[in-house]
């Protein structure tokens, strides 16, 4: 490779700074997360197919939510709008099998939601992108199990 098609790249504060051959230097912004498990929110769960609820939301990835039967609802909710754009998720069913969820955000700004039916890897932090909004429910239901299925953490986010 010449010296003419070297790129020189260095990440400062958070900024990538790179200078092609011509030494005309490019910036880009890193791209940045920040990550709530509000301590006011609250869960509902209609069909008590769930145990430890509250792990679901406490900040902890080593504590989990159970659930305990298949399609059964568990909602999170907040007294107050979580201006967001991501939505972070660890969840396990071990065995070999992929939890599947159904997950619904809603807006509380413009009463509408976003809905998805995903399948996760085992035990692996997943982020879901979404347009702007003050979130304030998200309502999950964990579809293909047949015995336990665990759900470690769910947290908004503000990508920047």
């Given at each position: 490779?010449?010296?003419?098609?070297?790129?020189?790249?260095?990440?400062?504060?958070?900024?990538?700074?790179?200078?092609?051959?011509?030494?005309?230097?490019?910036?880009?912004?890193?791209?940045?997360?920040?990550?709530?498990?509000?301590?006011?929110?609250?869960?509902?769960?209609?069909?008590?197919?769930?145990?430890?609820?509250?792990?679901?939301?406490?900040?902890?990835?080593?504590?989990?939510?159970?659930?305990?039967?298949?399609?059964?609802?568990?909602?999170?909710?907040?007294?107050?709008?979580?201006?967001?754009?991501?939505?972070?998720?660890?969840?396990?069913?071990?065995g070999g099998l992929k939890p599947r969820f159904n997950i619904e955000i809603?807006?509380?700004?413009?009463?509408?939601?976003?809905?998805?039916?995903?399948?996760?890897?085992?035990?692996?932090?997943?982020?879901?992108?979404?347009?702007?909004?003050?979130a304030w429910i998200v309502k999950l239901s964990l579809t293909n199990i047949?015995?336990?299925?665990?759900?470690?953490?769910?947290?908004?986010?503000?990508?920047?």
């Amino acid at each position: 490779m010449s010296i003419s098609q070297t790129i020189v790249e260095n990440t400062i504060g958070g900024i990538v700074v790179r200078a092609n051959s011509k030494m005309r230097p490019v910036c880009s912004r890193a791209v940045r997360y920040n990550w709530f498990s509000p301590s006011f929110w609250n869960y509902g769960d209609p069909y008590n197919a769930w145990t430890g609820e509250e792990h679901s939301y406490d900040n902890n990835w080593l504590t989990a939510a159970i659930a305990l039967a298949s399609n059964m609802e568990l909602e999170l909710f907040s007294l107050n709008y979580c201006q967001s754009n991501c939505l972070r998720i660890k969840a396990d069913l071990g065995g070999g099998l992929k939890p599947r969820f159904n997950i619904e955000i809603f807006d509380g700004g413009k009463d509408v939601s976003i809905c998805y039916n995903k399948e996760f890897d085992n035990n692996i932090i997943t982020i879901l992108e979404f347009p702007p909004m003050f979130a304030w429910i998200v309502k999950l239901s964990l579809t293909n199990i047949t015995t336990v299925g665990i759900l470690a953490e769910v947290q908004l986010g503000f990508k920047s």
